[in-house]
């Protein structure tokens, strides 16, 4: 009996040093979102229509969810309180449920996402799309001002830099847009060596393959790093939960005894 007490005293704070360190890791989300909101706009989007899909957003939504399950496992654990690890077993099972069902339809319906995101693409950069100077210039006149737009515009030129690409199938896609109209150039970030107004001129300096292809080939060549991060974190939820199980079990038996 002795040892089994031991044991489960051990769990008890295994359990709530593990939440305390969600709980922190909630926090850490929270002051990189308000940090994205402050210093980027309170629309960093992923795809311009769905602008709710901000990395700001997002991240005030995860730290959210992540502050409520590590706070609830602390209290339930320290406490020995039977509802908060009821509470916090249903919160994670919840999540755990979104992630295969997210995953699920995300393999099924990879077609039907992949001409989304390209249309939204498209769209973005054909009408959505602006340049710093643009943009600096909306900001005076606050009544045409779209922060959404430079959060959109911020996220494009990134992932143009980032991955190397130009356009969604390639550089064609900047010709005659909204943001220039009637005019064959693309935005700095497409260059091979950006420089300034690098996007006038000679085509062979910009990068040739499309951003589209370059995000497939990206998560292609991730695939087992993305596969072995979800199945860890897929084993810590499960772990949790077990956990969180044999505390209220535990607890029940000490105020229950048979």
Not at 17 to 42: E, H, K, T, Y
Not at 94 to 121: C, N, P, Q, W
Not at 195 to 214: A, K, V, Y
Request: hydrophobic share 45%.
């Amino acid at each position: 009996m002795g040892r089994e007490k031991k044991s489960f005293s051990a769990v008890k704070y295994i359990f709530f040093g593990f939440n305390v360190f969600v709980w922190l890791l909630g926090c850490g989300i929270l002051a990189v979102a308000i940090w994205l909101w402050a210093s980027r706009g309170p629309s960093t989007a992923v795809i311009p229509t769905y602008s709710f899909l901000s990395a700001s957003s997002l991240c005030i939504i995860s730290s959210v969810i992540i502050l409520i399950i590590g706070f609830m496992g602390c209290c339930g654990a320290f406490l020995e309180n039977q509802c908060l690890l009821i509470g916090y077993f249903i919160l994670v099972l919840l999540v755990f449920a979104l992630e295969i069902t997210a995953g699920s339809l995300g393999f099924v319906m990879k077609d039907k996402i992949r001409d989304v995101i390209y249309k939204e693409l498209a769209s973005g950069i054909k009408y959505d799309y602006r340049t710093e100077v643009q943009l600096n210039d909306q900001s005076k006149n606050n009544s045409f001002y779209d922060r959404d737009a430079r959060g959109w515009s911020t996220s494009l030129d990134t992932l143009q830099r980032d991955l190397q690409c130009c356009g969604v199938d390639n550089h064609t896609d900047w010709y005659n847009i909204q943001a220039w109209p009637n005019e064959q150039k693309v935005p700095d970030s497409c260059c091979i060596h950006p420089s300034i107004n690098c996007g006038f001129g000679d085509p062979s300096l910009w990068h040739q393959r499309g951003c589209l292809e370059e995000v497939e080939y990206w998560f292609t060549r991730n695939m087992y790093i993305l596969g072995v991060t979800g199945v860890t974190i897929g084993s810590v939820q499960i772990l949790i939960m077990v956990a969180a199980v044999a505390q209220f079990c535990y607890i029940r038996s000490k105020r229950f005894p048979l």
